[in-house]
């Protein structure tokens, strides 16, 4: 038996289990030549990201676990997290902040689609401000205490 670590990459999550830890994850992997099935602990590793497309092909660290007499061939298991390698977590954050920048980007809306001519007097400013929060009908603080 070998306890070696080893990178494998990511090829897609096959199915996950429910377990008293909080769940499993049984992922497909490439570990060289050979494709390897490997066990993902949901309480050491953020699973939903087996699925995601920011580690799509992705070299994760795993380690062959165990054999048993049952079981002549290494069982491996991706290591926790906090065990992976920090360039892979710098480009996995890379990932989810250009995703999250580009869906942010689509709710700004564009200075055409406002129609606002001039907006350096304080009245067009509000104008402006009341059409982005869409914001036309609620009634000032000085009408609320009348």
């Known amino acids: 038996m070998s306890n070696m670590l080893k990178e494998a990459r990511l090829i897609k999550p096959i199915y996950r289990v429910e377990t008293f830890k909080g769940g499993e994850v049984k992922v497909l992997m490439k570990l060289g030549r050979e494709f390897i099935t490997v066990t993902c602990n949901c309480c050491d590793f953020p699973c939903g990201l087996l699925a995601s497309i920011f580690l799509e092909g992705v070299k994760l660290e795993i380690w062959s676990r165990y054999q048993t007499e049952s079981h002549q ?54 104008s402006l401000l009341e059409k982005i929060f869409k914001l036309e009908n609620i009634p000032e603080e000085d009408e609320k205490s009348d």
Not at 82 to 105: H, V, Y
Not at 107 to 119: A, G, Q, R, T
């Open 73 to 126: 061939e290494d069982q491996y298991e991706i290591l926790p997290w906090s065990n992976q390698r920090d360039g892979l977590k710098s480009i996995i954050l890379a990932k989810i902040m250009a995703e999250n920048n580009k869906i942010g980007w689509e709710f700004i809306p564009l200075k055409e689609s406002i129609e606002i001519s001039d907006v350096s007097n304080k009245d067009n400013e509000k």
